[in-house]
DNA sequence: TCTTAAACGAGACGGTACGTCTGGTCTTATC
DNA sequence: GATAAGACCAGACGTACCGTCTCGTTTAAGA
């Protein structure tokens, strides 16, 4: 977020602090009563009680607000204590993770971002630096603990472990978006604990 | 689709089914060319030669329209031959998804249109019945398959049943997505074995 | 008008004759309710219970379907009976007039037809015809009776006569409109005895 | 005019003056070439350089550009020196009106502005105070030299003085409107000098 | 009575303008 | 030099009419 403020000038009237703050809160705030096609900059800049100029000379456009505006969201993600079991580990992420999608202006603005990322590469990078690579740590904790546990093997070649955390990564978060936003089910403990289940145990010897 | 054309009127000029054609096809081109935010009605109008008037008779705003026109492209996705193991088909079909979604106007509607809903009930609904319930059939007739073979048990309950083919068609779809759309890494044989043996095996088994 | 029925064809379903009538009827109801500007041809056809190709069968457009439509209120305009003075009869058409243009449909078409009028030549000729060069008659009956009264004197030169009753009509019809419409003041008895009183007697001795 | 800015505001960029004189000759001069009816907003936006909005922020729609476009121009009619006596001053007033509803874009905006006038009430009275009430004082200036001169006498009741200058001026504009764009006769010197015996010595004493 | 050809209703069609809204920039005076 | 205010250009929005067209149906005159 501090890219976006080059240098720190040493003249004129300083940037004020508490304005960042009330344009974020408002974005998302915007984001949550209008969703995302009605969702205007200069709606924002009265909301936050701030001229378009302030909004423009922080942010380019609307796309890279809101990547802030939302990345504040997904950074309050946090992997629940040790349950004991990779199960409730994964469990319980995921359950955060689906509360945190049930907020309107995430579901909204995720979407959204990456509909327009697949025309702007420099958008997909920013969202992938901002929101998506951040939560890979989840799954890069969860499987230490694991290990740790005994419940996983170590894997010997770093890259191969890498490749089947990417892999993990994809798996949880696509399912849980796409029960949560395309399905449009709720994603409850009991959904939960059967994704939980074939995660772990797999298509052949999950269903009993 | 036909339910755009509430009833078949017996008076006045027909609509032009060539209109109904051009308009979806400039729609689609119009996707890949633009993308979401630059895609205008008028840009479509034009390349289609016709008026916006006929688009808006028609259909009720971008929304309905970009529905319909990738609709027509999930309609062409197809379970692949028999290859005579679930695995087999379970990569079939995964790399017949991802080719799709590594259409431009697929991508960027599919997005769009999932970001839209989450404000608009009725173009959720409108978008389950058009594109998404469509795909379901895949997971069932592959499982189907695998019953016969034996390599899947027949369930009893079927309301379980039904519980479990929507986990899965959740799990596929939204791996592939997220891998495709969010990590926007590509969905190439390797990964697709991987993801596979993942699902049909498990996490605690799948790793070596 | 019959002009628009350009040659009696031989053949096929006839005009229906209760359709023009129904149509110059809705053409001035139209004109009553909404002014100019809002008078469109399709409203026109709902109000007469026809369809629109049934109007532009006969009209080219709105400025020839609303001469029509006005020229047959025009044509109810008659020299009032012989009052036995010039002033009484320049008074009496004066009212008549007068009474005429306070049927807004009469006030709203006959200003936007002159203003159409500046840049369609054609559309002049129509008007002229249809609507104006028909009231020139009223001062020339007018004349006529004042002449036989000893009024007037009998002009020898039938070209200085001409133009002398064009002045006069000029004059009566300009006065009455511009008090009419562009002052937008009443065309009262006491006005019009003023007035008659001007036109008579002229500026220098009218005034005591 | 002034009366479309109705606060000075203290705050933001003031507007910009030069556009406001782009708008109002590009106003006349589309008038000029396209007539009323072919007559657009988004045409003048273009010919002036400037964006719509900036024409709907100012006026609220084409009857009130037009109004202030045309007043502009009868701003211009001024009574012309003293020629040393009434008929002098009348006719040399009539000429100079004349000379203005020879150009196309007042004959064709005065016309239909009255026009639009007759079903919108403020309209008619914008029209009164931007272009008709000033015309008046031409009428009042020469009265009061035609009575210093001796030709006219002292009026005692103002109010009387008022209703005949009333009279005198929808007679001379209505009869050199009529005249040039309802009969579409030239108002040259001729037709002036005869309508002007006819409104000094009145009918039954002007025609020889 | 049976053609037959134009008139008719309905409404879709390609266009064009409307007046509004938004995006992103700029120009003021103020802080 | 940042700020609030708001004017500015550009252009898309969805609507309303225009005048034309294409249907299927109706209707009178001539065969």
Chains 1, 2, 3, 4 share one sequence.
Not at 15 to 31: E, H, K, N
Not at 59 to 71: F, I, M, P
């Amino acid at each position: 977020m501090q890219s976006r403020t080059p240098a720190p000038r040493a003249t004129g009237r300083p940037r004020s602090a508490a304005a960042d703050a009330a344009i974020l809160a408002a974005t998302r705030q915007a984001l949550v009563e209008l969703g995302w096609s009605k969702f205007t900059m200069g709606d924002v800049a009265t909301r936050a009680g701030v001229a378009k100029t302030t909004l423009y000379r922080r942010w380019a456009g609307k796309n890279d607000l809101v990547v802030d505006a939302v990345a504040e969201l997904f950074d309050e993600l946090r992997l629940p204590p040790d349950r004991g079991t990779l199960a409730a580990d994964i469990e319980g992420v995921v359950l955060r993770f689906a509360a945190l999608l049930e907020r309107p202006e995430a579901r909204t603005a995720l979407m959204a971002l990456i509909a327009e990322s697949t025309t702007d590469e420099a958008l997909r990078a920013r969202i992938r630096s901002s929101i998506v690579d951040r939560q890979k740590r989840l799954v890069l904790e969860g499987r230490a603990r694991a290990q740790q546990r005994g419940e996983l093997p170590t894997e010997a070649d770093p890259e191969a472990a890498a490749r089947t955390a990417d892999l993990i990564f994809d798996v949880i978060a696509g399912a849980v978006v796409h029960r949560a936003l395309v399905s449009a089910e709720p994603v409850d403990p009991e959904w939960t604990r059967s994704f939980t289940t074939l995660l772990l145990n797999g298509l052949t010897t999950s269903t009993p």
